[in-house]
C-alpha cells in the first residue's frame, strides 16, 4: 500500500487549506484513514480519522474547524481545514490502517508542511 499526500502550503491565519490523501496497492474494503501531524516539537499526533463505514473521530485542536471526508473513491481522503491557526503549522501525514492477517497494519504517507503565518 502507498499513500501519497499533497495539498500543503502556506497560508494566513484565519485561511483554508484542502489536503488530499491517494492510496494505491492492495487496500482492503476495511480500514480507517486518518490524518495526523508533527512538529519538532512535539510527537505525531491524530487530526482526524474516519472509517471506511463513514464514522469520524477528531481530535479536540480540530473540532469545528477541520472536515475528513472520503472521495467517491474509496481510496481517497481530504482533510478541510478552516480557520486555520498559528499551531495547526506542522508536517501533516495520512494513515491508512487495515487489517493483514489478522493484524491492524499502519501505512504512511511522505507528509506534506502546512504553515500558518502573517
Known amino acids: 500500500v502507498q499513500l501519497q499526500a499533497f495539498g500543503g502550503g502556506f497560508v494566513q491565519p484565519g485561511g483554508s487549506l484542502r489536503l488530499s490523501c491517494v492510496a494505491s496497492g492492495n487496500i482492503s474494503s476495511t480500514n480507517v484513514m486518518a490524518w495526523y501531524r508533527q512538529t519538532l516539537e512535539k510527537r505525531r499526533e491524530l487530526v482526524a480519522r474516519i472509517l471506511s463505514t463513514g464514522g469520524t473521530f477528531y481530535a479536540d485542536t480540530a473540532k469545528g474547524r477541520f472536515t475528513i471526508t472520503r472521495g467517491s473513491a474509496e481510496n481517497t481522503v481530504y482533510l478541510q481545514m478552516n480557520s486555520l491557526k498559528p499551531e495547526d503549522t506542522a508536517v501533516y501525514y495520512c494513515?491508512?490502517?487495515?487489517?493483514?492477517?489478522?493484524?491492524?497494519?499502519?501505512?504512511w504517507g511522505q507528509g506534506t508542511e502546512v504553515i500558518v503565518s502573517s
Open positions: 494513515n491508512l490502517a487495515q487489517p493483514i492477517d489478522h493484524k491492524l497494519t499502519d501505512f
